[in-house]
């Protein structure tokens, strides 16, 4: 059985969400990822304690043993995770950064459906995790 693994739970439907999932899977060379669309019929049994509503404003990073981050927080760890993207941490540090990371991330979730998705977007993973 291989190590455990980060699951990222996003928006299926999301043409920004996915192509976001798609960098990321070329960058996750130590296959600490698992990506599943929200809207997989066996998610919310899988994950009981996130809401409909959370997993429908923000994607939602679970690691192995449970612990949890959405939005903004789950970019910061994921960017922690990637070995030549860590260097980035620190730049969460400083003052107001998290605050307007957090502020960027809302417009853009709730604006994705609108935001550069057309036929040129169309990017899509595969059917169930990756």
Not at 74 to 101: D, H, M, S, T, Y
């Amino acid at each position: 059985m291989g190590k455990p693994r980060y699951t990222l739970i996003f928006d299926g439907e999301c043409g920004i969400c996915s192509r976001s999932v798609a960098w990321l899977n070329e960058r996750d060379r130590d296959h600490r990822f698992e990506f599943i669309p929200f809207q997989e019929p066996a998610v919310p049994a899988r994950f009981p304690q996130i809401s409909r509503e959370e997993f429908e404003s923000a994607m939602q990073l679970v690691s192995p043993d449970g612990a949890r981050w959405q939005g903004a927080l789950a970019v910061e760890e994921i960017l922690k995770l990637l070995p030549r993207w860590r260097i980035l941490g620190p730049f969460f540090r400083v003052p107001g950064i998290r605050r307007l990371a957090d502020f960027i991330y809302r417009a853009v979730a709730r604006n994705r459906s609108r935001l550069g998705c057309g036929d040129h977007c169309a990017v899509r993973p595969p059917s169930g995790p990756i």
